[in-house]
């Protein structure tokens, strides 16, 4: 693998990483998912690089499958409900922008340690692709933890996916019937988050997980 191959493949995911934070960051929803497109978009650049390096083709299936879904369509409906349930535009946050980061920043030094320590004999193109998609993860957990918004929270956890999906690629990529067997499951689970939020709206005239928590207590 020459060095500009290598080079190409870290800045891929690395953008992945620097999305990520970009997400944690925002703090309007409309503006969070049309950087979650972004971030899909990068991801199927990074998938598509890696077929064309490891010289799998199935992995362009798993760059196409990322983009028309998790660029395109996932967005658009998720503008879809907020603008049909009149959601807050605003992402309220647990704690302020500036720890998150921070701990941000935590996170993906703890990655790093972790993964170069444990993938040592690896390849080391897959080394620093398991290392960046740990810390996608790790990030996708955070935003999942530290936002009140419910839509805010899903995107966190198909941010979460979409790491994963980095390091079965460059873990040399995964089965062609487990990428589309999970593309179909984030879309149903879409569907189903949907008619979530639609009834949580309904019945509670929010979407904010505090004011949710808020009602339980009262109940107890």
Do not use: C
Not at 75 to 90: D, M, Q, S, T, W
Not at 91 to 112: D, N
Not at 181 to 194: E, K, Q
């Amino acid at each position: 693998m020459n060095g500009l191959t290598f080079d190409i493949a870290h800045v891929l995911a690395g953008g992945l990483v620097l999305v990520s934070f970009m997400m944690l960051y925002q703090n309007r929803l409309y503006a969070l998912l049309n950087i979650f497109a972004l971030q899909a978009v990068v991801l199927s650049l990074s998938v598509a690089w890696q077929a064309w390096v490891q010289g799998a083709t199935h992995l362009y299936v798993t760059a196409v499958i990322a983009l028309i879904f998790k660029a395109i369509i996932i967005p658009v409906a998720l503008h879809r409900i907020i603008a049909r349930l009149g959601i807050h535009r605003e992402v309220e946050t647990v704690v302020g922008v500036g720890l998150t980061m921070l701990a941000g920043i935590g996170l993906v030094a703890l990655s790093m340690v972790i993964m170069l320590r444990v993938t040592a004999g690896a390849d080391p193109l897959a080394r620093e692709d398991l290392s960046f998609a740990l810390s996608v993860v790790l990030l996708g957990f955070l935003m999942m933890v530290t936002r009140r918004n419910a839509v805010s929270q899903v995107v966190g956890f198909m941010s979460i996916e979409n790491g994963l999906i980095l390091a079965g690629t460059g873990a040399k990529g995964m089965p062609l019937v487990v990428e589309i067997s999970v593309a179909f499951s984030v879309l149903i689970a879409l569907f189903v988050i949907g008619i979530f939020l639609f009834r949580i709206s309904e019945r509670f005239d929010t979407v904010d997980s505090k004011a949710l928590d808020r009602f339980q207590g009262e109940r107890q």
